[in-house]
């Protein structure tokens, strides 16, 4: 399967705690993005993770590709309201196109 | 503005009406899509345009008809829809290697069929 999981799909948090969401799947990826949704827009690009253990660094933002290639984590630090937005994990399917998981919806209480 | 500029925003329509979403980018991407985002489920992928041509339809409804007269513009026409194909329909382009380089999406135009 191709299926992404997302975890945990809700998460409300108080402005200035952190938090990680997870991206899951049993087959490995060649590469995954993560795109951030605010409400009533499209999604955008955050970052494109290619190796097994890559760590990027987005202000904030950390994001992690598993060993296997199989799994991804995104880091938040110091959560700030403007944070708050659908979090979506995407992988690339086997017809080239994009295959997105149901992603976390955060919101970040001031 | 994100490149990819989608009209209109907000739209409502009964289920005899005829209607079309557009959709434009002038950022020299090769490939155009449709999707569909509805309340808990995962973003759907509805057709695929590459180089004007549809390289993919994922088992749309025929209520759905897509339309690219060139690589910059797209446009999905509706009719006789059901009020479940109330949705968020997001048109997105990509250049180049999409797995790495990623999509654009334009903002979205936000459908109720009544």
């Known amino acids: 399967t191709q299926l992404l999981e997302q975890s945990p799909q809700f998460l409300s948090i108080q402005e200035g705690e952190n938090l990680t969401v997870y991206c899951n799947s049993s087959?490995?990826?060649?590469?995954l993005q993560w795109y951030r949704q605010e409400p009533g827009e499209g999604p955008v690009l955050l970052v494109t993770?290619?190796?097994?253990?890559e760590v990027k660094k987005l202000k904030r933002l950390t994001f992690q590709f598993g060993d296997a290639r199989k799994d991804s984590s995104l880091h938040i630090t110091a959560a700030q309201p403007g944070d708050t937005g659908l979090y979506l994990c995407?992988?690339?399917?086997?017809?080239?196109?994009?295959?997105f998981g149901k992603g976390t919806k955060l919101s970040v209480k001031p | 503005e994100t490149g990819v500029t989608q009209t209109p925003r907000h739209l409502v329509m009964g289920m005899t009406n005829k209607k079309s979403l557009k959709c434009e980018q002038h950022?020299?991407?090769?490939?155009m899509y449709w999707y569909k985002q509805s309340a808990k489920k995962p973003l759907e992928l509805m057709f695929v345009?590459?180089?004007?041509?549809?390289?993919e339809n994922n088992s749309v409804p025929s209520r759905f008809s897509p339309e690219c007269p060139n690589s910059s513009h797209l446009f999905l026409h509706l009719h006789t829809l059901q009020p479940e194909d109330s949705a968020l329909y997001l048109c997105?382009?990509?250049?180049?290697?999409?797995?790495?380089?990623?999509?654009?999406f334009g903002s979205g135009t936000r459908l109720t069929v009544v």
């Open positions: 345009y590459n180089f004007k041509e549809q390289t």
């Open positions: 087959s490995v990826f060649s590469s």
């Open positions: 997105a382009s990509s250049s180049r290697d999409r797995n790495h380089y990623g999509y654009t």
């Open positions: 993770v290619v190796t097994g253990g």
């Open positions: 950022l020299g991407h090769n490939a």
């Open positions: 995407v992988r690339g399917g086997s017809q080239g196109n994009l295959i």
